[in-house]
Each structure stands twice: as structure tokens, then as C-alpha cells.
């Protein structure tokens, strides 16, 4: 089995049943992900400097 074959064949089985699940959830706003995400991410990187201080 060629990788052109296999590729084919993963993108059909991905594929199947697309029309019944988008994947898409309509109560997933992109926005506030990445906004929630991007506050953690600043969260941790507050609480690492101050525990990391110089003493």
C-alpha cells in the first residue's frame, strides 16, 4: 500500500458521515476559547515571576 493510497483512504473515512457532523459546536465561540486560553496562559506566566524572584 502506497502512502498516495493510504492518504486517499484516511480522507474517505474522514470524510464519511461529514454531512450528519459538522464539528463545528454551536456553542463554541473561538473568541472566548482563545481568549480564556490567552488569560491562563498569562495567569501562569504572572504566578511564575513572582515565585521566581531573585531573593
Known amino acids: ?25 454551536d456553542s463554541l465561540n473561538p473568541y472566548l476559547t482563545g481568549g480564556g486560553a490567552l488569560f491562563v496562559l498569562l495567569l501562569m506566566l504572572w504566578v511564575t515571576t513572582r515565585l521566581n524572584r531573585d531573593r
Open 1 to 25: 500500500m502506497s502512502l498516495h493510497t493510504t492518504a486517499q483512504n484516511l480522507v474517505l473515512l474522514a470524510s464519511e458521515g461529514a454531512e450528519n457532523h459538522g464539528g463545528n459546536h
